[in-house]
């Protein structure tokens, strides 16, 4: 579909999408950096200017939702023979796709991880108070790690307002019946897809659409193919009525992995993680990873798009996401559109209580919660990128933060997504390790003995709740207080090392690097009733030789070990394993080359 004028500055490599607003196309910029995803205007509207202000209210939708679960904006720009919105590409597929191509439903853990994924970039925009209107399987992306992405806010509107825009198979009543959209609006249709996910059907089918306004009106869906534990969750989330159904997408998800948890173990979501991205691979991107050469891919970036339909399709939080996203309207130049393009300790700490904060990037490292990454073919010679990530939890937290009655679906955790470019080094070469961090350190909570917990809040001085306690990767607490030093690169040979299973042992060559870090966030959420920080951080080495590091393949890790290490209970150390310490995942692999 002719879009009208292409973005100055863009090589177009393929089109991902195309529909009557427009068209998305997978590019990249003539000077290199990351793959971007670019949605035009289609030219026969560039002249209408409510369309172009729909258009630019999309953009401005982007701008104000940031999450990892949401697409992510880089560039808006507009001009007089075009408008687009520029987004970073990474590989995935719609989830329409997945479940099409697919003869059997996905299991429940699975399920549930796309629920709970779309729920939280949902929770994201409704922060923002903006509702998006269409949520769909067609507006989901999956990646290969199974993990999903929101896309196409295109009909996106501020909470309180619409009209009866949407997809009629996963339309809420009030929709149908022209009342204005809010958060429980969403809500209806993340559990009307999570339904198909998990029986194969939609909730409600019909030959008209009348008949279909009248089955979501009147009718309650049918769950005789869904687990009896999940009925709950279905109806909290389809009730007809918007004041019935659960508003605060928050607190579903909070419920959601209660239930979960009770239903399929602490460890649902590793596993339905894994379940739905080897689903996902079967199905394939739009456009093959080796389009692009490794020198193309950013430090983090995680490759290209895919995805069906005229929504965009690209997203992702590397290079320009602590910045913020960027808007340029006039003439479109190369030089307009190409320009508009921490801490000494060397690991990860999450403490409560103390003069400290909460969670910090100390001598203790950390790892990441998914533990399935897929790989495309690589070259013998340098390049590629190798993904992986470790996840730390305890299956009995009562132990670390003194609360007998505390339930294993409570656990502090910390989880971390890796990435080491290139994939393939040899001496000389600059290697960078991208780690995105994540982790929830309890707070304020009381639980009753049947596991119930009652939240007293951030600052509470409440006799019952959760004293001071810490918990990290590698070197521990006492460590990071005393021992401030430069972030590290950890090498373990593999073998004897082995993938699957995070080393326990310091028998790793460990390099010192520089550091970055960016996006740091740790708020207090109540609803999780719990501090949830995140923050990137990139750390920079240039290989020495093979007197340090002899050629062969090597395990890359953030610390040494690379397991949950040193706990601490009011000061005192106790013992990991007496809290049920657990650590699981996969590394990334970095192969050492012969010189020349």
């Known amino acids: 579909m002719p879009h009208g004028r292409s973005l100055p500055g863009y090589v177009e490599v393929a089109e991902l999408g195309a529909g009557a607003q427009g068209q998305v196309v997978l590019a990249r910029h003539e000077t290199g950096g990351i793959p971007v995803a670019i949605k035009y205007l289609a030219a ?35 001009w007089q023979e075009g408008a687009a ?10 989830l329409r796709r997945v479940l099409d191509e697919r003869d059997a439903p996905l299991q429940p853990e699975s399920a549930l ?40 806010f295109g009909i996106a509107v501020l909470a309180g307002r619409g009209d009866k825009s949407g997809t009629p198979a996963y ?36 030959t008209t659409i009348d008949e279909l306004r009248t089955k979501h009106i009147e009718t309650r869906p ?14 909290r989330g389809m009730a007809k009525d918007p004041s019935d159904r659960m508003w605060n997408a928050l607190e579903f998800v909070r419920e959601l992995e209660e239930v979960a948890v009770r239903t399929y173990g602490p460890d649902w979501e590793r596993r339905g993680l894994v379940a739905l991205g080897a689903v996902a691979a ?40 602590a910045s913020g996203a960027g808007y340029v309207q006039g003439a479109a130049t190369a030089d307009v559109v190409g320009k508009a393009a921490g801490s000494t300790s060397k690991g990860f700490l999450s403490k409560l209580g103390g003069g400290k904060g909460i969670a910090g990037i100390g001598t203790a490292g950390a790892g990441a919660v998914i533990a399935g990454w897929l790989f495309w073919p690589s070259p013998p010679d340098t390049g590629g990128v190798s993904r992986g990530a470790v996840h730390g939890y305890f299956t009995n937290p009562g132990v670390l933060l003194g609360s007998p009655n505390m339930p294993a679906s409570e656990t502090p955790w910390m989880d971390l997504k890796l990435s080491v470019t290139p994939a393939r080094a040899e001496a000389g070469s600059r290697v960078e ?35 001071e306690y810490s918990f990290g990767f590698g070197g521990g607490y006492v460590a990071q ?116």
């Open 44 to 78: 026969g509207l560039l002249a209408d200017a409510t369309a172009r202000r729909t258009f630019r209210s999309e953009a401005e939708v982007l701008r104000r939702v940031v999450n990892e679960h949401v697409a992510r904006l880089l560039y808006f720009v507009e």
């Open 85 to 94: 919105i520029i987004m970073e590409a990474v590989p995935g597929r719609s």
């Open 113 to 152: 991880t796309v629920l709970k994924g779309s729920l939280l970039g949902l929770a994201a925009a409704h922060g923002a108070g903006v509702v998006h209107r269409d949520y769909k399987p067609a507006n989901v992306l999956v990646q290969d790690d199974g993990r999903s992405k929101l896309i196409d």
């Open 171 to 206: 339309m809420a009543p009030e929709q149908w019946n022209g009342d204005p959209a809010t958060s429980a609006t969403d809500v209806y249709a993340a559990t009307c897809v999570f339904v198909e996910c998990i029986t194969g059907k939609k909730p409600f089918e019909a």
């Open 222 to 235: 049918s769950l005789d193919r869904v687990p009896e534990e999940l009925h709950r969750l279905i109806e």
């Open 282 to 321: 079967l199905v394939g991107t739009a456009v093959p990873l080796t389009m692009f050469g490794a020198a193309v891919l950013a430090p983090g970036a995680s490759g290209l798009g895919a995805g069906a339909g005229s929504g965009a399709v690209a997203s992702g939080a590397a290079g320009q996401a």
């Open 433 to 467: 390790f991208v780690v995105q961090f994540r982790a929830r350190t309890p707070s304020g909570g009381a639980y009753l003995p049947n596991g119930q917990r009652q939240c007293h809040g951030e600052d509470s001085n409440h006799p019952d709740v959760a004293r």
């Open 481 to 596: 207080e005393q021992n401030e030093q430069a972030a590290i690169l950890a090498l373990y040979p593999s073998p004897p090392a082995n993938r699957d299973d995070p080393p326990k042992d310091a028998n790793a060559i460990t390099l010192p690097t520089s550091r970055n870090v960016t996006g740091e966030a740790q708020p207090y959420v109540a609803a999780q009733c719990a501090y949830m920080s995140s923050w990137t951080e990139t750390r920079t080495v240039t290989l020495p030789g093979p007197e340090t590091v002899p050629p062969g393949r090597y395990l890359v890790a953030p610390s040494v070990p690379a397991r949950l290490g040193d706990t601490t209970l009011d000061g005192q150390p106790i013992p990991p394993e007496s809290a049920g310490a657990v650590t699981e995942g996969r590394l990334p692999v970095l192969e050492v080359l012969e010189d020349g």
